[in-house]
């Protein structure tokens, strides 16, 4: 059997994305984990004896306030006047690490100096070691830089000091801490906190304007994650209570839900969380609803959903500022038997290739923007937020007829379910019409009468969209006959043509002797 050449770039976008994971060198790590071990010592991140720096006289009226602030509380980050630019609109930098160092411009006076400390220590916060993160912070920044360019990584560095100021000026904490502070500083920090307080709104929509998916790679681990669910329970919005697999879904899902968490291969197929950790999170707090119009499972703000005729459900997505989707699918009343399952089995995949972020951003050259010199603007090229569902949608139904016809008689529960496109092709040409149509307006179509156009209409979603299909088709392989370990029929073919050949040459031998 043929291979798909589907594989070839798959595999080529595995091994980039492995080259772009590891941005840092060894060394920038292994000094960076030097620091986590000698944090409150006086050496640098090499682990070398560092000149003492004399306490700055305001960071030390603010030390009631800054001990609660920062999380290191064997050490505050020291404090310097220094010549800095202040272009960004900052009268402060830092030197990043747990050994940080704040740098306030000169010539400040004492209340914009007080600010400007207080904003680069609660930068600084980020930097300082937490037992309870999953991943390396520098890790994370390392990889916003090099999926999102340098623009985006400034502000997802310069967005958690206002998110840490939010949650601080709005706790009990940070109203004891201010109480404690002398009068020479009080003033200056009340008015940051009917800042923080009185305009959170401002500083919370600064954040929600950074890339979804920037906001993402953060958002799930420290120090965004604390943070980030302290700020919506004080905005008001309620994550949804935690919630399994099983308890997500309506009476009629519950046994193929059943049938999906008892099959892993399916699990993973339909999620693709190859990570075991990740399956358990899902199975144990799903962060998504699936009910039938009228049901008591949907919340308030999702009744108003207007189903789609062609899936047969129809969604509402909460962004609660860390990346993710908070979903509720709500069903058309009318579905059922195999038509419900496979409008279930089709939100399963919408759901996934949501988020689906290698196929996002290969599509996102269709929506790059071009600068003066003509290149692409790297920091465009990728598909805007709203059309997000657009491609869960469009990909999923693809991925469900491929998936179909590969798979519809290994697992039990798609029996019943028939695939609308029997071939890959027509599901893929298929698909890419329906993004091309939706994003009609903003996706790179070129004029037709464009001579020098050889790749047709949004070339880079039609090659996502290929990409992703690509889990989703089942190869049947004989491992063990490419490997050469296994014995074929051929190979008794050519034992039988070299024994011939050996007879002859044999005979032809003692005939030479004869003569």
């Known amino acids: ?114 600010k400007a400390i207080v904003l680069g220590v609660a930068e600084a916060d980020s930097w300082t070691f937490r037992k309870n993160a999953r991943r390396d912070y520098g890790g994370l920044i390392e990889k916003i830089k090099y999926s999102y360019g340098d623009e985006t990584k400034d502000k997802i560095l310069r967005a958690y ?12 904490e940070g109203a004891k801490a201010i109480g404690q502070l002398p009068a020479e500083v009080k003033g200056a920090i009340e008015a940051m906190k009917a800042d923080y307080s009185e305009g959170r709104d401002k500083y919370w929509q600064k954040w929600m304007g950074v890339k979804m998916y920037a906001r993402r790679t953060v958002g799930g681990d420290e120090p965004f994650r604390s943070v980030l669910r302290q ?42 969380m190859k990570e075991l950790k990740d399956r358990v999170e899902f199975l144990g707090e799903t962060h998504t609803i699936w009910a039938q119009e009228g049901s008591a499972l949907i919340p308030e703000k999702a009744k108003g959903v207007v189903i789609d005729k062609e899936s047969g459900y129809g969604f509402f997505r909460e962004d609660l500022g860390g990346g993710y989707n908070d979903l509720t699918f709500v069903f058309s009343a009318k579905l059922s038997g195999d038509a419900l399952k496979r409008a279930f089995i089709h939100s399963l995949l919408f759901r996934q290739l949501l988020t689906d972020y290698q196929m996002l951003a290969t599509a996102g050259g269709d929506f790059a923007k071009k600068g003066e010199d003509g290149g692409v603007d790297p920091n465009t090229s990728i598909v805007p937020d709203k059309y997000d569902p657009l491609y869960a949608r469009c990909g999923g139904t693809a991925a469900l007829d491929t998936m179909l016809v590969g798979y519809g008689t290994t697992f039990p529960l798609l029996a019943g379910i028939t695939s609308k496109q029997k071939d890959s092709e027509k599901a893929l040409t298929v698909a890419h019409k329906c993004i091309i149509e939706g994003a009609k307006g903003d996706i790179r179509i070129p004029p037709k009468d464009d001579e020098f156009d050889t790749e047709g209409p949004a070339p880079a979603s039609r090659l996502a969209i290929y990409q992703m299909l690509a889990r989703f088709e089942k190869f049947d392989v004989d491992t063990a006959a490419l490997s050469g370990d296994k014995r074929m029929a051929e190979d008794d073919t050519i034992e039988e043509q070299e024994k011939l050949l050996k007879q002859l040459k044999a005979q032809a031998e003692a005939q030479k002797k004869e003569e």
């Open 231 to 272: 700020i919506s329970r004080d905005l008001g919005q309620e994550e949804l209570p935690p919630r399994s697999f099983a308890d997500s879904v309506d009476p009629p899902f519950k046994p193929w839900a059943a049938a999906i968490e008892a099959d892993e291969k399916l699990l993973i197929l339909l999620t693709n």
């Open 1 to 114: 059997m043929r291979l798909s050449l589907r594989v070839l770039p798959l595999a080529l976008a595995v091994v980039a994305g492995g080259v772009l994971a590891c941005g840092e060198s060894r060394k920038e790590k292994l000094d960076r984990e030097m620091a986590y071990a000698n944090a409150g010592k006086k050496v640098d991140e090499a682990g070398n004896p560092i000149p003492e720096i004399p306490p700055d006289p305001t960071r030390e009226a603010l030390r009631p306030l800054l001990t609660e602030l920062y999380s290191n509380k064997e050490r505050l980050p020291d404090v310097l006047e220094a010549d800095i630019s202040a272009d960004d609109g900052l009268n402060y930098s830092i030197t990043p690490g747990v050994m940080s160092v704040v740098r306030v411009k000169k010539g400040l006076s004492k209340d914009d100096k007080a």
């Open 161 to 172: 000091a206002d998110l840490r100021l939010i949650a601080f000026f709005n706790s009990p």
